[in-house]
């Protein structure tokens, strides 16, 4: 039996599409200004969610919204436990002093990772609000933080994990149990 065969699907491609598109309308009615907004992806997939989202964005309202990218690796205080992978380059293409950001990450498991990404993101300045969007909430958070906007909530086991899938990276779209 292949790795694929062992796993469950969460969204289907058709399914991934509407959730985005939806949380592309609840962004849109809760930032005031689109244009004093930035999304700022954390690697791997939350670059990618983040360029899908600004796309939607520039669909529905016709505004161009900023992207970056922000690597917490250094600011983990888990590091030996997750351990460390090849750092991708930080971009913030604005100064983030009274923007609205949005943090985009794939998957929230015990809330480090964000907060990681909030102390990276403060050491560039200090932005008006900073809301947190997931594709998938799975629970067994470490940490006081919840996200702003969540694409579906998948409670899970510890030893289980989910992937989000973009044709970007992945070759296919979907969000899936192992």
Not at 39 to 45: N, S
Not at 71 to 84: A, E, H, L, N
């Amino acid at each position: 039996m292949s790795t694929q065969d062992k796993r469950i699907v969460i969204l289907e491609e058709n399914e991934l599409r509407k959730t985005i598109s939806r949380l592309t309308f609840e962004i849109i009615e809760k930032v005031s200004n689109i244009n004093n907004l930035l999304l700022i992806g954390i690697p791997t997939r939350g670059v990618y969610l983040t360029e899908v989202l600004g796309r939607e964005i520039l669909d529905k309202t016709g505004l161009n919204v900023k992207t970056g990218i922000i690597d917490p690796t250094f600011y983990r205080d888990d590091q030996s436990r997750v351990g460390t992978r090849l750092l991708k380059k930080t971009e913030i293409p604005i100064p983030l002093e009274q923007k609205e950001i949005i943090l985009v990450d794939d998957v929230i498991y015990t809330g480090r990772t964000i907060r990681a990404a909030m102390d990276a993101l403060l050491s560039w300045g200090r932005p008006k609000r900073v809301m947190l969007l997931v594709m998938v909430d799975r629970g067994h958070r470490e940490l006081p933080i919840q996200p702003d906007f969540c694409g579906r909530k998948v409670p899970t086991s510890k030893n289980e994990t989910i992937q989000l899938c973009l044709n970007q990276v992945d070759g296919e779209e979907g969000v899936f149990l192992k």
